[in-house]
């Protein structure tokens, strides 16, 4: 079982909850049965044993029995070689399109995407960004297609924030900040990043980093884009 630690972004002292664990494992379990049944279609379609399949993948048969026997789900990586072998998208192995419906009646989950990047002449959830999709607790502080999860890929925030490379953050959509937040925002049309917002008396917004080597930036003429806010950090534990 894999656990994540969740940092909620605020002034509070340091909170590290566990409440996910119970509702992950259950969309897991889900998820499982689906992508067993999936892949086990899709290999008999092929006339390839579970050897064999392992063979192709560079992993051993007793890894293919444990994918098709509900018992893991691949990791993205994986999971990508499997369903490129396949020709087939991840999301359709893991069967979003045909059992979303029924996933999404789970109580007290939401389900929400992980994105890789956000591009700016792309829809933030357009397919080729989705990494995954995961669930978080259903709290009624956000509705479902109001959030995503951003992986962070740069290391623009290490510092106050205690956001770094390899982290992934859960940011409400929205196209404004308060003072003092931290958004996702592209800058002169470059893919999307995380600065803290500082808007001053004059109505000038600057954009900064936590990290100190690299320098704040000034927002002139609409160079800036927001695609939402950070709420939370989610870190794995080292």
Known sequence: MTIRLTVTCSSQPLQIT??????????????????ASQQVLERLKRNLSQAQLGELLGVS???????EGDEKIPRPNRLKEIS???????????????????????HGVIRVP????????????????IIEYTYIPD?????????????????????????????????Q????????????VSINGDDASLRRVTKTETGEVILYPDNSKYEPMLVRDGNAKIYGKVVQVIFEPL
Do not use: W
């Open 61 to 67: 048969q007793v890894s293919i029995a444990s994918y």
């Open 114 to 129: 992980v994105i890789r990047k956000i591009s700016v002449d792309n829809f933030i959830d357009a397919e080729e960004n």
């Open 18 to 35: 566990f409440a996910t664990i119970l509702e992950s494992e259950i969309v897991s379990s889900l998820y499982a049965k689906t992508y």
């Open 139 to 171: 709290d009624s502080k956000y509705r479902e297609g109001d959030v995503f999860i951003l992986e962070v890929n740069g290391d623009s925030m290490e510092g106050r924030s205690r956001i770094c490379k390899g982290d992934r953050v859960l940011v």
């Open 173 to 184: 959509r929205q196209d404004d900040v308060e003072s003092g937040e931290i958004a996702v």
């Open 84 to 106: 490129s072998l396949f020709n087939l998208s991840p999301n359709a192995l893991l069967g979003h399109h045909s059992s979303a419906p029924e996933i999404k009646k789970i």
